[in-house]
Nanobody, 120 residues
Framework: QVQLVESGGGLVQAGDSLRLSCAAS????????MGWFRQAPGKEREFVAT????????DYADSVKGRFTISRDNAKNTVYLQMNSLKPEDTAVYYC?????????????WGQGTQVTVSS
């Protein structure tokens, strides 16, 4: 089945930007709804953003609206999360997600996660 591999995480300062990538296996990538979730230490995993199969329908958590942008390139089997104006509270492990219909409340497939740390 589909395999998801995140990259692009790292350590940045508050106010900086970071771009995460999620590479998916298989030639049916364009049939999946994709998304991003994150999990901070001691907290539940929470929804961040989602994008429809063709990229026409997008939704964000209130906490990241205006700062984060989700996009996808179906020719490259890749979904991205552009994160601007990063805050310390954005510090978390970020997970790529895929599902045939919807990634909320629980997606069918998860990536392994990539660490994002924002210092103040």
């Amino acid at each position: 089945q589909v395999q998801l591999v995140e990259s692009g995480g790292g350590l940045v300062q508050a106010g900086d930007s970071l771009r995460l990538s999620c590479a998916a296996s298989g030639r049916t990538f364009s049939t999946y709804v994709m998304g991003w979730f994150r999990q901070a230490p001691g907290k539940e995993r929470e929804f961040v953003a989602t994008i429809s199969e063709g990229g026409g329908v997008i939704d964000y958590a209130d906490s990241v609206k205006g700062r984060f942008t989700i996009s996808r390139d179906n020719a490259k089997n890749t979904v991205y999360l552009q994160m601007n104006s990063l805050k310390p509270e954005d510090t978390a492990v970020y997970y790529c997600a895929a599902d045939y219909v919807k990634v909320r409340p629980k997606p069918r497939y998860w990536g392994q996660g990539t660490q994002v740390t924002v210092s103040s």
